[in-house]
């Protein structure tokens, strides 16, 4: 049985509204709101959503590179803190810009080896070769310069920072993202080798749903800022219950003809939540949206096993967005929302 690795209990982080102090309450952005998830040993937990509905601000806390201003953060059943600094890392989407550009390769993958005063120079030179082959780069990386590289062994490299802690967590934000398919078909299966060979969880942040059913066993989706569905991976793909969920899906691009004509395209996008707010946050742009849904937030419920979603009407209003007419449940008639 797995066992829980990592715990967030209600987290919420607030960034000041535009041309406000940090200490400003008023106009404050609520990027994380009672944000609560668990990661277990040797998982990998997909987090998707559109830009802007606080991924990386979740991926930067776990990580411990941003503190909360609210909720609390378990790891192995002991509050996040210093000691578990090293057993959590995070790479960054943008590897040319996380990479020392002055530093040599061997630097840059012995530097957290050096910090954490680990070993004699020969035991790390050891290391450093060791990561660097599991990552499919050569010793001749060595002496060389980030910028020398393509942008998919940028990542390699990056990975292979963070693997010569040992992590037991990695924080992995749109790793992928910015590479062309073929390279990000090899990073995706490295991705899956080392969580086999190292027992190592993920925290697999990305938009590009495809990718993150590859390698999760479960995904989290979010929309400003709060979990909106949460499940096995298998369930939330294949029978979403939020209809934030069937938009994302029915907004990917298929390369099968059959399946072009069914695109969806979703309207609006998600805006900043700023001060207060009811109700359920995808109201503006959901199709099925009743007024009762305009002002009582709906709660996290559990829809299957495992699996929760935050919707009044948890997909009865079609399997998929925007396709066939929904029924009002018994509750919408509530005369107060109508
Ligand atoms: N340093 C910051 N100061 C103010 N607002 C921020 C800051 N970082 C992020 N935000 C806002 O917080 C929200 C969530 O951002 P982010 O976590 O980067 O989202 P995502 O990774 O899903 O694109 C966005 O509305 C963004 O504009
Ligand atoms: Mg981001």
Known sequence: MKNKLLELKSVSLFYPGPGRARESRNGMIRALDNVSLQIQTSEALGLVGESGCGKTTLGKIVAGLLQPDSGRLLFLGKPHGGGCRREIQMVF?????????????????EEGLIV??????????????????????A???????SHEFSGGQRQRISLARTLVLQ??????????SSLDVTVQAQLINLLALLKRERKIS??????????VRQICERVAVMYMGKIVEIGPASAVFSSPKHFYTAMLLDSQLLPESSQKNK????????????????GCRFYTRCVHAVQYCRHVPPPLQEVGYGHRSACHLQGNAGSRYGESVYSEPSFCYNKNYL
């Open 93 to 109: 989407q943008d590897s040319q810009g996380s990479l020392n550009p002055r530093m040599k390769i061997g630097k840059l993958v």
């Open 116 to 137: 954490g005063k680990a070993g004699k120079s020969a035991d790390r030179r050891r290391i450093v070769l060791e990561t660097l082959s599991s990552v499919g780069l």
């Open 139 to 145: 010793e001749d990386c060595l002496n060389r310069y």
């Open 167 to 176: 992590p037991k967590l990695l924080v992995l934000d749109e790793p992928v």
């Open 202 to 211: 993920y925290l697999f942040i990305s938009h590009n749903l495809a990718v």
């Open 263 to 278: 695109i969806i395209c979703a309207t609006g996008e998600p805006r900043p939540i700023i001060n207060g707010h009811s």
